[in-house]
């Protein structure tokens, strides 16, 4: 089953596990060693600790952190990515589930983390709440985000449309009163609003390596905003698009892979001690 959530981008990723798995999920494997550094940062070693991996996708993250020791407990809303989770992270303890109504009790874990999810949901600020809610009393919540600013991946992706002459949806955005600044400043602020201390926020710089099939495996299979765009066209227009991302990530193979530069938004916050049952009013 696919759980029924206050998401905006579930539908992006919902029984699309194994193009996802070959595709943008080697991209968000990028900001995984930083934000597990980020936590231990805040708490010590997690080795021992509860860790909770919210929106867990294909498990890597949750594998990692529990190589690092920790007990973790992954949660996603899709079966399928749970299913790919499974044979990742066979350590770990998974389970259906999304915020804000996350399937646990108050305080059940040490340290909760969600990597590129809070950029997905419908109610940014109820899902903050909620990854607090289940986070024992000065534990830690980490987080990362996709900036506001354009990325080198949506460039490309951007270029083939245009290049291409595909159709496009009109853009969704959150209301005002749910929406974030997608800087450090608003993810800071995303954080503090929701009641927790020791707020940092920081820039991650990589470079995403990925083969040229495997990147493209992902618009192909519906995956993600460009997924959308390219599986709504015809089959004709999908082939130009095929042929225009070829000729223009062409420039940017280095050793037979596709090399760009990635950039991601992480923020880690101290769980209050207050009274956190349940996400905070809105």
């Known amino acids: 089953m ?12 919902a029984g699309k596990g194994p193009p996802y798995s070959r595709s943008f999920a080697h991209l968000c494997a990028g900001a995984i060693v930083p934000l597990l550094d980020a936590i231990e940062d805040v708490i010590g070693e ?11 996708g294909t498990g890597t993250l949750s594998a990692r952190a529990a190589g690092r020791g920790a007990s973790v407990t992954g949660v996603d ?7 790919l989770a499974r044979a990742t ?21 040490d340290a909760v983390v969600a990597n590129f999810v809070v950029n997905h949901v419908g109610d940014p600020r109820a899902a903050v709440a909620d ?11 980490g987080v990362t985000v996709w900036p506001s600013k354009p990325s080198a991946i949506n460039a490309l992706w951007a270029d083939v449309i245009k290049a291409s002459g595909a159709d496009t949806p009109p853009p969704q955005h959150l209301p005002p009163t749910k929406d974030f600044e997608r800087t450090e400043h608003g993810l800071a602020e995303l954080l503090t609003g929701a009641g927790f201390g020791r707020v940092e926020a920081t820039t991650l710089t990589w470079e995403f390596r990925i083969d040229a099939e495997d990147l493209w495996a992902g618009p192909a299979g519906g995956v993600g905003g460009i997924g959308k765009v390219v599986t709504s066209q015809t089959p004709a227009m999908q082939s130009v698009m ?15 892979q596709v090399v760009l530069p990635a950039v991601a938004l992480l ?8 009274d956190r049952s349940h996400p905070v009013p809105l």
């Open 242 to 256: 095929r042929r225009e991302y070829e000729r223009l990530v062409s420039p940017m193979v280095r050793s037979g």
């Open 46 to 56: 997690i080795a021992g600790k509860r860790l909770a991996d919210v929106g867990c």
């Open 131 to 141: 990854l607090m809610r289940v986070c024992v009393p000065y534990g830690v919540v």
């Open 89 to 109: 992270a066979p350590e770990a303890a998974l389970c259906v589930g999304a915020v804000p109504d996350l399937p646990f009790e108050p305080g059940t874990f």
């Open 2 to 13: 696919t759980l029924s959530s206050d998401v905006r981008g579930t539908s992006n990723w």
């Open 267 to 274: 923020a880690t916050g101290q769980a209050s001690a207050s």
């Open 77 to 83: 809303p899709d079966a399928e990515m749970l299913s």
